[in-house]
């Protein structure tokens, strides 16, 4: 791919390491300290915008030093101090660039899940229809206690060891036959329980994924790389921004970029 080689070549030419033959960390790319990583698995199509991205945080880093710590600021991105006034544009950006910053995949199973724990206590209210689930389950914890199924509240597969090269295995999906003489109450409460976690670990994904979205820092990458796929439709989501971006870019504030922007025609 010609434009890719030109690219590589040009930010080797200002003094940076790109290597394309690493596994960028398990991403599509990756910035540290003036060098470049792209992962050898990445698809054709993705090379270019991936530097693209890559080399903003590099820009990015001139400006903020510290940004690769901290995430930068919009302030300093356009030398602005009205942030606000290009955050809601950036988040536009960011999902039109990126979908999976959307999140729509975690959201669904998401709501799956919560479906499952209202059926799970339905199932729960028919015998004990003062069932809370913010409460302890007292009926419940005085029968589990004697049971091999307390095991199944923490994980939803355990194999528990009963002699010399024997075990036993229990799952979650299983309970019926391993425990037949469990109350189908009780068996609604330890999926009830398996789903609550499996709940908690999908928030706290996401919570940890709009934090690293929601970084200046990759707000700003962002943006440049969506110039690279979609110039006008880049316009039309952040206005404001774009026009603030090209004022700094031809005054020189985001140093090397523009040489990227000429040579690539965005």
Do not use: W
């Amino acid at each position: 791919m010609k434009e890719a080689g030109e690219l590589i070549e040009y930010l080797r030419g200002i003094g940076l390491e790109v290597r394309t033959t690493t596994g960028a960390r398990g991403h599509q790319g990756f910035y540290v300290k003036n060098r470049i990583d792209i992962s050898k698995n990445i698809a054709p199509d993705r090379i270019i915008p991936t530097l693209i991205h890559e080399f903003t945080h590099y820009i990015h880093s001139c400006l903020e030093p510290f940004m690769e710590r901290t995430g930068g600021t919009i302030e300093t991105i356009f030398d602005d101090d009205n942030p606000e006034f290009y955050i809601e544009e950036l988040e536009k950006v960011t999902h039109f660039v990126d979908v999976n910053s959307k999140f729509e995949k975690l959201n669904f199973h998401k709501n799956e899940i919560k479906e499952k724990i209202k059926n799970y206590e339905k199932i729960i209210k028919i015998k004990y229809p003062n069932f809370q689930r913010s409460k302890k389950f007292k009926e419940f914890e005085k029968y589990i206690k004697g049971s091999k199924a307390r095991y199944l509240l923490k994980y939803d597969r355990v194999k528990l060891v009963i002699g010399r090269g024997k075990y036993e295995l229990f799952t979650i999906n299983n309970l019926e036959k391993d425990f037949k003489d469990m109350p189908k109450e009780f068996i609604a409460y330890i999926r009830l329980k398996s789903c609550q976690k499996k709940q908690s670990r999908i928030s706290s994904r996401i919570n940890r994924l709009n934090k690293y979205y929601s970084k200046p820092t990759e707000l700003f990458a962002r943006f440049v790389e969506g110039l690279y796929i979609n110039n006008e439709k880049i316009k039309e989501l952040a206005p404001n921004s774009y026009k603030r971006f090209s004022e700094l870019l031809e005054a020189g504030y985001y140093r090397e970029l523009i040489g990227v922007k000429e040579l690539l025609r965005m």
